[in-house]
């Protein structure tokens, strides 16, 4: 190897290096700015009173703000994808994640159940994911998406009608909310 072509691997390493540093950088504050939307996620109960379906096998997509499925939330690690198994149960939604903490998200919290045709980290077309909205801090009047993309195509309106029912119960709502 010349010494021309030393330098040009070394600067491209440099380089390549250079870019990773500025993407955890910009993770790091995206994380920070993020925080002040989530707060503290709620804790898991330790009764989550009865099922409402069978556990669905999905994929943990992202959170963003909702309405804004592009302002991927990481604060917590809500922005980690991962596999993940969703349960509906009276207290709530239990999304257990692989690789990543749980997310649950209590019955009184739930918002709007409905379908999208993508979020940040994912889009699928049609209306392949299923989103949940939900607020983690009541003062907030935005709150929360949380995508989900079933692992079988048929669990996806079970989904979406389990956790409108839910919220239809403990809101004393109709639940209902397409998203688009």
Known sequence: MTARESISVVFLLAIVVLALWA???????????????VGALPPVPADLGAARTEPVGAVYVSTTRAGDWLDRIVAQDLGVRSAATVHVHDAGVLVAREGAPDVFLPAQALRAAGNAPGMAGKVVGRDGLVVLTWQPDPADDRGL????????????????????????????TNGTKEKS
């Open 145 to 172: 998406d949380t995508g989900l993309r079933p692992l079988h195509h048929a669990d996806g309106p079970l989904l979406v009608d389990a956790v409108n029912a839910l919220i239809a119960v403990s809101n004393g």
């Open 23 to 37: 993407m955890r950088v910009g993770w790091n504050h995206r994380r920070t700015r993020t925080a002040a939307f």
